[in-house]
């Protein structure tokens, strides 16, 4: 029963995955439009990638605490109590207590969720105009989500591994498909936010995306079913 559960799950999730698919070839094609509002996100992110090699010890530090944090911000968004919070330079380690539902969104949550990013992204469609946003006014902003995004892009690829305990939790296919459909999806969130409205001409901006991508799925899904 347990296997059947978590097969058609993840049949539901390969179906997922092709919407997201099928949507994020028409995102890039509009990407490379418009790439010249991604520049400075762009320099954020070679500027990690060098960087990280030279404070490396302290890069692992916070990629342990960005890992347990994100277990802990899940957590609270899914209603579940918190009873320990540990971290130190290797490991760490979050209790928490809660509805058995939220527990695949609490466990799997850091090895596709870039939180930083997220929280910049929110600033940033917080002041976002499109002034701003067409001239680079933002650069620096667009600087640091660039740097926020290739962070978590080498913690990914540092801890996505099949001896994770988190991982092992449930079978490894489940858990692998998980992980790529919420990347696919936050990528495709990401991108969004920089996309500029056809009317206005103002960026989609972090809620806008995230609307965008969930009406032209469901646009999709109908399509399919009806």
Known sequence: MRN??????????????TFLLYEGWFILQRFFEVITLYKWVGVGIVIFAIL????????????????ELTHAVVAVA???????????QRDGVVWTRGRTWSEVFVTLAPYCLPLFTYIMLFLWSLVATPQLAISGGLWAFDIIVGMTIMFHIVCFKEQTRPDQTDIQEYPLYFSYLYIWLFRLLNLLVII???????????????WGAFWYLLQNLWADILKVIL
């Open 78 to 88: 899914c209603f579940r109590e918190i009873l320990s919070l540990q971290v130190n």
């Open 52 to 67: 990280h090699y030279f404070v490396r010890r302290n890069r692992e530090m916070m990629g342990v605490f960005s890992h």
């Open 4 to 17: 059947t559960k978590y097969i058609l799950l993840s049949l539901i999730m390969l179906a997922f995955i």
């Open 192 to 206: 969004l936010c920089y996309m500029p409205l056809a009317r206005t001409h103002e960026p989609m901006k972090l």
